[in-house]
C-alpha cells in the first residue's frame, strides 16, 4: 500500500491561494492520485485526482511532480467554505473493477476571514 | 439526482446488540463500499459490495457483515456491538472500472452510531 504524509494542519487567509501538499514517495505506476475533501459533519466528497500530468476543475487544480513521488492541490482563491480535511489518497487498482480508498488523517484547512 | 443516501442519520445502541445500516447508491453506480469513521480519524475501509457479493474486505472482524440487493442498495449489519463500534458509518458508491482507469467514489452523509 502506499503510504502518504501530508501535514495535519494548515491555515490561510480567505480568497488568497493555498497549496497543500502531499508525499507519496512508494506509489506504483498505475495508482490515480485522488484528492477528497471533508466538511464538518459531512461525508468525503471528491475534489480531484490524476496520475502523471497536471489536472483543473472548478473546484481545484492538481499538480503531480515529475517522479509522482508527490502532488500539491491548489486551490486558487480560498473561501470560507473551503474549510475542510482535505486527504491525499493514492487508490489501490485491486482488479476485478474494484479499488478501494485508504484515508490517511488528512490535512485539516482553517481558513481565516 | 438524489446522490447517495444513508438511513438512519443517527442510531443509539447498547453493548451486545446488533445494529443494521441502509444506503442507497447514486443513480448509476453499481458497486458499493462501507467505510468507519472513528472520531477525528480518517475513514477505514470495511468492505465492497459489486453484483450482490463483497469483493473486497478490510480488516474487520467477522461481526460486520454486508448486503447488496438486486438494485445496488446494499446493508451493513454489525453483531454483538462492542462501545468501540461507536463512529461515523459512511456509504461510498461508485462504477466498475477497467484495469488501467480508476472512478470517483460518492459519499453519503454517513449513519452516526453510539454504542453505550
Known amino acids: 500500500d502506499a503510504k502518504t504524509t501530508q501535514p495535519n494542519s494548515m491555515e490561510s487567509n480567505e480568497e488568497e491561494p493555498v497549496h497543500l501538499p502531499c508525499n507519496h514517495s512508494?506509489?506504483?505506476?498505475?495508482?490515480?492520485i485522488h484528492w477528497y475533501r471533508q466538511l464538518p459533519s459531512q461525508g468525503p466528497e471528491y475534489v480531484i485526482h490524476?496520475?502523471?500530468s497536471n489536472v483543473n476543475n472548478r473546484m481545484a487544480s492538481l499538480a503531480i511532480a515529475e517522479d509522482r513521488k508527490s502532488s500539491t492541490l491548489i486551490l486558487h482563491r480560498a473561501t470560507l467554505r473551503d474549510a475542510a480535511v482535505y486527504y491525499c489518497?493514492?487508490?489501490?487498482?485491486?482488479?476485478?473493477?474494484?479499488?478501494?480508498?485508504?484515508f490517511g488523517k488528512g490535512t485539516k484547512l482553517s481558513v481565516i476571514p | 439526482d438524489a446522490g447517495v443516501t444513508q438511513s438512519p442519520t443517527h442510531l443509539i445502541k447498547t453493548r451486545g446488540q446488533q445494529v443494521t445500516l441502509r444506503c442507497s447508491p447514486k443513480?448509476?453506480?453499481?458497486?458499493v463500499s462501507w467505510y468507519q469513521q472513528a472520531l477525528g480519524q480518517g475513514p477505514q475501509f470495511i468492505f465492497q459490495y459489486y453484483e450482490e457479493e463483497e469483493r473486497q474486505r478490510g480488516n474487520f472482524p467477522d461481526r460486520f457483515s454486508g448486503h447488496q440487493f438486486p438494485n445496488y442498495s446494499s446493508e451493513l449489519n454489525v453483531n454483538a456491538l462492542l462501545l468501540g463500534d461507536s463512529a461515523l458509518y459512511l456509504c461510498?458508491?461508485?462504477?466498475?472500472?477497467?484495469?488501467?482507469?480508476?472512478?470517483?467514489?460518492?459519499f453519503g452523509p454517513g449513519t452516526r452510531l453510539t454504542v453505550l
Open positions: 489518497i493514492p487508490d489501490q487498482y485491486s482488479g476485478a473493477g474494484s479499488y478501494q480508498l485508504t
Open positions: 512508494t506509489i506504483s505506476g498505475t495508482d490515480y
Open positions: 443513480s448509476g453506480h453499481d458497486t
Open positions: 461510498a458508491s461508485s462504477s466498475r472500472v477497467r484495469t488501467g482507469s480508476t472512478d470517483t467514489q460518492y
Open positions: 490524476g496520475l502523471t
